[in-house]
């Protein structure tokens, strides 16, 4: 027996990661008995990468994801990966509504029209907790704190969490979203997230090449690498509904770091690049990710084996 997998947002990053984790082996799907990908099937704008379009096993769709989900075959296991980062959701209202929010009911709405419900992973965000301005300091987040979004974003998040739980509660889905923390180091290019920098103060420098922290040295933050990003998107495909529980939003594991110790760390890896990264705080950018949590006790994710990274030297060495 075989399974099939839809991933929405495939040829992004974290979706790319994740089809090759998937490719690689049997998938277990919502604790049922590990299984061969008979099709997996990646949707976003672009195509994905050429090893990952040439495998048999892998259907493209390329397009407005609200324009192909009719073209989508029935799927044991949904990924909805795609969406508009944070910073230019902040900045096009319009957009991002439209798309973190319309386009994933949309798929939720496909995900109910299947004659089986799928388990149904969709990837939220730590920007669905914020410090208001109006009340005491955040603190530690743990698995009982009431989200409070400062920012589009993080609001479009939210509801798409609330959508989640209201699929699953009806029936439509086996559903679970997972809260991401900033994912650093990503390769490439930076992005529009307000949390960009976080992996290009080391990403460039690597490379030899100049980086700005639009943010203040010690501003905590809460990152998490891409390997422990992608185990806590693979558990919560993985979990049986019993393990999961009836809470489908999950907090995944943080390292709290500052961009100073971020680029200390680096400095340590390779010697000089911290004299690569210059500092000068952007208002907006400092506002944003200043609103994020960066403390996080998570309980939940440890009872499902998910641990934080321990060193941020480790994940410079790990990039590098």
């Not at 998937?22 to 949707?43: K, M, T, Y």
């Not at 994801?65 to 799927?75: I, Q, S, T, Y």
């Not at 509504?97 to 965000?125: I, K, M």
Request: net charge negative; glycine share 10%; charged share 20%.
């Amino acid at each position: 027996m075989s399974v099939r997998v839809v991933v929405t947002g495939g040829s992004g990053f974290l979706g790319s990661a994740l089809i090759r984790r998937l490719l690689g082996g049997p998938v277990s799907v919502g604790g049922a008995a590990p299984a061969d990908i008979g099709e997996l099937v990646s949707v976003d704008l672009v195509a994905p990468a050429d090893d990952i379009a040439r495998d048999s096993r892998v259907s493209v769709v390329v397009g407005e994801l609200g324009d192909m989900l009719d073209r989508l075959p029935a799927a044991d296991l949904v990924f909805h990966l795609a969406g508009v980062v944070s910073g230019a959701a902040e900045a096009d209202f319009d957009l991002g509504y439209r798309t973190n929010l319309d386009q994933t009911r949309a798929v939720l709405e496909y995900g109910r029209a299947l004659a089986e419900p799928p388990v149904f992973v969709f990837t939220s965000s730590l920007a669905v907790f914020g410090s208001d301005p109006a009340l005491a300091p955040l603190g530690v987040v743990d698995d009982d704190t009431l989200p409070r979004p400062q920012t589009s974003y993080g609001v479009q998040k939210f509801i798409g969490e609330q959508l989640v739980a209201d699929y699953t509660r009806k029936g439509f889905v086996r559903g679970r979203s997972v809260r991401l923390m900033t994912v650093s180091v990503r390769p490439g290019k930076p992005n529009a997230a307000a949390s960009s920098f976080l992996s290009g103060i080391i990403r460039e420098p690597l490379a030899g090449q100049r980086a700005v922290c639009p943010v203040a040295a010690d501003t905590p933050v809460a990152v998490s690498s891409p390997r422990r990003t992608l185990d806590g998107i693979l558990c919560a495909a993985t979990a049986d509904d019993a393990v999961w529980g009836s809470r489908t939003a999950l907090n995944l594991p943080a390292l709290t770091t500052t961009p100073r110790d971020m680029v200390a760390a680096l400095e340590r890896v390779s010697e000089g690049a911290a004299g690569l990264v210059d500092w000068a705080v952007d208002p907006v950018v400092a506002r944003i990710v200043g609103s994020w949590p960066a403390r996080f006790d998570t309980p939940r994710a440890r009872a499902l084996g998910l641990e934080p990274e321990t060193s941020f030297e480790d994940i410079v060495r790990t990039y590098r």
